[in-house]
Nanobody, 119 residues
Framework: QVQVVESGGGLVQAGGSLRLSCAAS????????IDWYSQTPGKQRDLVAA???????TYADSVKGRFTISKDNAKNTAYLQMNSLKPEDTAVYYC?????????????WGQGTQVTVSS
């Protein structure tokens, strides 16, 4: 049974940095893809960054040049490095991992982590 646990959110001043982590455990798998989403109250989840199985990264225009998505296969962990944070980045951030287990792919969500950027 796979578990996905997020960490790293918090309160930071504008211009600061945070690194979100998304760690998977509980089975034998490989991470094929990673998506990070943000969500504010009353709104849908928006894709912030993605990393596919070929290593290609995609970023929302609002975070290009400030956020970096990555993974550490040895640690089964995905990251979102967030620099030059702005108040409008305030949201709950969710990771979605695409895992390959036994030749099949599965999608797993983290529980979400709050990021609050003060002005």
């Amino acid at each position: 049974q796979v578990q996905v646990v997020e960490s790293g959110g918090g309160l930071v001043q504008a211009g600061g940095s945070l690194r979100l982590s998304c760690a998977a455990s509980g089975s034998t798998f490989s991470i094929n893809g990673i998506d990070w989403y943000s969500q504010t109250p009353g709104k849908q989840r928006d894709l912030v960054a993605a990393l596919n199985s070929g290593g290609r990264t995609t970023y929302a225009d609002s975070v290009k040049g400030r956020f970096t998505i990555s993974k550490d296969n040895a640690k089964n962990t995905a990251y979102l490095q967030m620099n030059s944070l702005k108040p409008e980045d305030t949201a709950v951030y969710y990771c979605n991992l695409i895992l390959e287990i036994g030749g099949y792919t599965y999608s797993y969500w983290g529980q979400g982590t709050q990021v609050t950027v003060s002005s």
